[in-house]
């Protein structure tokens, strides 16, 4: 059913629009030959990726800072997998992480024709808690910036979702009123809770196979955005 209203939709840009894990994939690959990292790169992303997850919970949190992300994220996981690498090392991998991350640029199925589609009926926003200096990048060079009118960044809102301080200053940058704007992203807590507690309506793009409440809209393909917008 089409949801009355609507004049703005916000996106989440990681895991949303943008496949953060094909890219990140691909990424350890690149920086694992450019450094003689000899581990295997699907055994090193099987600890990666739960450490990850929970240090950007950490980070959300304010329980954690940039540097300690990007630093102990990867030290826990070559502990996990048992293979030294020195902190300096570590360091380095961690800067050629971000320098390569934006050079693959993966976007979910159906990403391009879903935007063509509604940019021509909505006004389209970006809300991201990804680092400032990377996430311009991916939208550049995967061709979608030229869909948003807008992109709020955690780092220029001074804080993260689901803060609601977050939403709200989207919402003043891009002068949309919650009543009339959806948020749509994969995170349940992040990006959904965050966006309803200001009053936002909601979609949950459900690729994780979340048990949500059936009250909650949900697409795990990125066209059935059409069923409600």
Avoid: C
Avoid at 31 to 50: G, R
Avoid at 104 to 119: M, Q, R, V
Avoid at 142 to 155: C, D, G, L, P, V
Avoid at 176 to 192: L, P, R, T, V, Y
Wanted: cysteine-free; hydrophobic content about 40%.
């Amino acid at each position: 059913m089409k949801v009355k209203g609507i004049k703005h939709i916000f996106f989440d840009l990681d895991h949303t629009l943008w496949d953060f894990d094909k890219n990140s994939a691909l990424t350890f690959e690149k920086i694992f030959e450019v450094h003689n990292i000899a581990v295997s790169t699907s055994d090193f992303l099987s600890v990666y990726e739960p450490i990850n997850l929970n240090y950007w919970k950490l980070y959300r949190e304010e329980k954690i800072d940039k540097e300690n992300l990007r630093y102990k994220r990867l030290k826990d996981s070559f502990v996990a997998v048992d293979y030294h690498v020195s902190d300096d090392v570590i360091n380095k991998l961690s800067e050629d992480y971000i320098t390569y991350l934006t050079t693959f640029n993966h976007l979910f199925d159906g990403t391009i024709e879903i935007l063509e589609h509604l940019h021509t009926y909505y006004h389209l926003h970006i809300i991201t808690n990804g680092f400032e200096e990377a996430q311009q990048r991916k939208m550049d060079n995967a061709n979608i910036a030229r869909y948003f009118k807008t992109i709020t960044n955690s780092e220029a809102a001074g804080v993260k979702k689901p803060n609601p301080i977050i939403f709200n200053h989207a919402l003043d940058l891009a002068k949309a009123k919650a009543d009339e704007s959806i948020m749509i992203g994969d995170n349940f807590e992040a990006d959904i809770i965050g966006a309803m507690d200001v009053g936002l309506d909601v979609i949950l793009f459900n690729y994780h196979n979340y048990d949500a409440s059936d009250t909650i809209k949900q697409v795990k393909e990125l066209q059935d955005l059409k069923r409600f917008l």
